[in-house]
């Protein structure tokens, strides 16, 4: 048997998330289906990140293992000819059984784009969040200060989270505004289930004065999930790349700009 990993991209707004359901209308569920099919054997495979109905992903990575003799790049072409057109290989590496694609990671980085303006887009529908009262940069970029570092991150989790511990190393959390579009690039070592949206709201709450700056910290503080504001909506939600240490020899994540080049991104 030969480990390999895939680099995943899809539009998660065509399906139910990642983990597979009964009626099989998840990524995870149309992907094992095409693996498995162009294996001529059974396959399923193991993510990074299982994301929600509705997110997407630049840089999803899998692995799996299989005894099917096929090209490297045949993994690439022959199982995208079997996938819907929402989802697609980007790549595939021989990897080290020692490899796991969701507990040998190291960082994951996710964005979110934020169309800010008093008329929805319909251009931008799906794929890219929507809030109408005007936001405020600078406040947000203040209070998401509080967040770097080490936290118990209580306050952002969802109630079905079944993570061991609700504490996470956020590593940066940064801020940019091009015209109506807000983008927030954050990269921890790991997220809780819906912690991602959660903040999301939470600093759009800071940025249409709603909530002060000091706000945010005093809620963090209170790991209180009820102090928190509501979870905002999946649309704008990108898992963009994963992390891994230099010696499994994975290719770079493919980058936000592959999906919106011009966007302003760190």
């Known amino acids: 048997m030969t480990r390999y990993a895939l680099g995943i991209s899809y539009c998660g ?16 569920d149309q992907l094992e289906a095409a693996l498995s099919a162009f ?5 399923r495979v193991v993510c990074a990140g299982r994301t929600d109905a509705g997110v997407h992903a630049v840089g999803q990575v899998v692995h799996f293992e299989s005894a099917a003799e096929r090209v490297l790049q045949g ?15 980007t790549w595939a590496r021989v990897v080290d059984v020692e490899f796991h694609a969701r507990f040998s990671a190291r960082q994951r980085r996710y964005d979110y784009l934020l169309y800010n303006h008093a008329v929805r887009s319909p251009h ?18 203040q209070a998401a200060a509080c967040l770097i570092g080490t936290h118990d991150f209580s306050a952002f989790r969802s109630a079905e989270c079944q993570a061991k511990s609700p504490v996470r190393h956020m590593v940066s959390l940064d ?27 939470s600093l759009v709450a800071v940025g249409n004065g709603k909530q002060s700056v000091t706000w945010l910290d005093a809620v963090l503080a209170a790991r209180d999930r009820s102090r928190a504001a509501p979870t905002f909506m999946a649309d704008g939600l990108y898992l963009t790349a994963v992390q891994y240490p230099d010696g499994f020899g994975l290719p770079e ?8 080049p011009g966007l302003m991104v760190t």
Do not use: C, K, Y
């Not at 065509?14 to 998840?26: E, K, M």
């Not at 109506?180 to 809780?192: E, G």
């Open 13 to 28: 707004s065509d399906w139910h998330g990642w983990q597979s359901q009964p009626g099989r209308q998840t990524v995870q």
């Open 39 to 43: 294996a001529a054997s059974p396959i």
């Open 75 to 89: 993994w690439v072409r022959g199982v995208n000819a079997l996938l819907p057109r929402s989802i697609a290989v």
């Open 124 to 141: 931008w529908h799906h794929r890219a969040g929507w809030t109408h009262a005007p936001l405020d940069l600078a406040l947000m970029q």
């Open 175 to 201: 801020i940019v505004q091009q015209g109506p579009m807000f983008v927030f690039t954050l990269r921890a070592n790991a997220f809780l289930h819906h912690m991602v949206r959660n903040l999301i709201g």
């Open 253 to 260: 994540p493919p980058g936000f700009d592959a999906v919106f």
